[in-house]
Each structure stands twice: as structure tokens, then as C-alpha cells.
């Protein structure tokens, strides 16, 4: 955690009061904060500050911002990946964030089995989100949207979201062309496949609808490997 994420909501008059058990347990575990001491927090979808430790209660800890610090930029990607196994989802979500996307959305493909959407894992993305953000030190949340039918996806809402972007790209790693080593504009989509990958019916419809399909390697890699390292390329 670097940084404490709270809602604006937690202030109490020029003071922040942070509630968050988990938070807490860091703050007193780990940092071993006392009274005076700074601390670096971010208020959700605004500003970031360091902070002063006025009280310490076995319940609550109330801070009051001294100076304003400059939040990290987002990546203008979007990232859509076929909805991964429940306990990757975790990591995906909070790498995702990590590095910056602006946006992700989550899909159903073939390969997908259905019972993943069901999962509990789901109703608490809001929470890897925010382990995300406060990893990076990032205060303003990504959106995160959820599709259970990929043809209408792909065929009636993806070609409005690459009207908006420079490029869209869907991993296949059976084609020939391969990411480009510079990509000047970050305005784009990537699209990842689950694993096992796209079948061809779904890779030629993501072309059909306005992808390029490329490929990074003669390596198959797994669905979370292949996002951090495309992240990782598109976000230098």
C-alpha cells in the first residue's frame, strides 16, 4: 500500500478519518505510524496528499492533509480480456490498475467456461481496484464493464470504441504480423483471449469489426503473463 485510498465522504470537517480495518491494520502494523507522523493518502477520483497523523484510536485514525502531490497519469488503453479463471482475476485486476489502464472490460468468449461468471470474485473487483490504485499510488478509478455475449460486443459496441482510439489490437499468436516496436500514440485497445485463446470464428470476427491481430513471440504465454507484458510495452 503507498498510498491510503478514501472517499471524500471520510471528511470531517479539515480532517480525513480512516475506518478501514485493512487500512488500519497497515498503518499500525506495518508503518508503525504515530501521532505527527506523515502519511501518504489519496482521496477516490481526486486529489493526492501527504498527510499528518493527528489522533490514534483502536478504531479510526484521523489525518489532516499538509501539501497536495501530483497523481500519476493514466494510459489512454482500454483493455478487454476474455474473463479469466476466477483466482487470476484477482491479479489481473490489480495489475491492470497498477499500470495505469483506463479502462477494462471483461468478456465471454468460447473458451470461457461459463460457470466463472458466477463466481464471487466478481462482486468484489471494486476491491482489487482499489489495491490496484493504492499500489501505484493512484487516486482516479479505471472503469470496468462486464459482456456475457461476445457477437453483439464485437459486432454493435467495439467499432464505436476503435472510432475513438488510434488502434485496436487482439493477441493471436497464429499470424504473421507481430506489435510494432514503437507505437507513438497510446490511445488504443488490446485485447487479450482467455486461455486456450480465441477460437478462429472469434479472431476473424475481431478483424471483420476493425482489429489487427498480432502476435509477440513464438512463446504462448498465459492470459495474466500476456497483459502485463503488452501493458508493460504499451505503457513505457
Not at 63 to 87: G, Y
Not at 106 to 126: A, C, E, G, M, T
Not at 170 to 199: Q, R
Request: charge should be positive; proline fraction near 6%; include cysteine.
Amino acid at each position: 500500500m503507498n498510498i491510503v485510498l478514501l472517499e471524500e465522504s471520510e471528511k470531517n470537517k479539515t480532517c480525513w478519518m480512516i475506518r478501514d480495518q485493512r487500512q488500519l491494520a497497515h498503518i499500525c502494523t506495518h508503518l508503525k505510524a504515530k501521532v505527527g507522523d506523515t502519511l501518504k493518502i489519496g482521496i477516490k477520483n481526486g486529489p493526492r496528499y501527504v498527510a499528518e497523523v493527528v489522533t490514534i484510536a483502536p478504531k479510526e485514525i484521523q489525518i489532516k492533509a499538509l501539501k497536495n502531490v501530483s497523481v500519476p497519469e493514466k494510459h489512454p488503453i482500454t483493455l478487454i480480456v476474455a474473463l479469466p479463471r476466477p483466482k487470476v482475476l484477482r491479479r489481473l485486476i490489480m495489475d491492470s490498475v497498477t499500470l495505469g489502464v483506463e479502462k477494462i472490460i471483461l468478456l465471454h468468449s468460447f473458451r470461457v467456461d461459463k460457470s466463472y461468471w458466477q463466481s464471487p470474485f466478481l462482486k468484489q473487483i471494486n476491491d482489487y481496484v482499489t489495491l490496484g490504485l493504492e499500489q501505484a499510488g493512484d487516486t482516479y478509478v479505471p472503469q470496468v464493464e462486464c459482456y456475457q455475449r461476445f457477437k453483439p460486443f464485437v459486432e454493435d459496441i467495439l467499432p464505436q470504441l476503435i472510432q475513438q482510439k488510434d488502434w485496436a489490437y487482439v493477441a493471436h499468436p497464429y499470424v504473421e504480423n507481430t506489435l510494432p516496436k514503437e507505437i507513438v500514440s497510446k490511445n488504443g485497445i488490446i485485447i487479450i483471449g482467455p486461455e486456450g485463446g480465441f477460437i478462429p470464428y472469434e479472431v476473424d470476427l475481431l478483424i471483420k469489426n476493425g482489429c489487427q491481430a498480432i502476435q509477440f513471440g513464438n512463446r504462448i504465454l498465459r492470459t495474466e503473463t500476456a497483459v502485463s507484458y503488452l501493458l508493460g510495452r504499451l505503457s513505457v
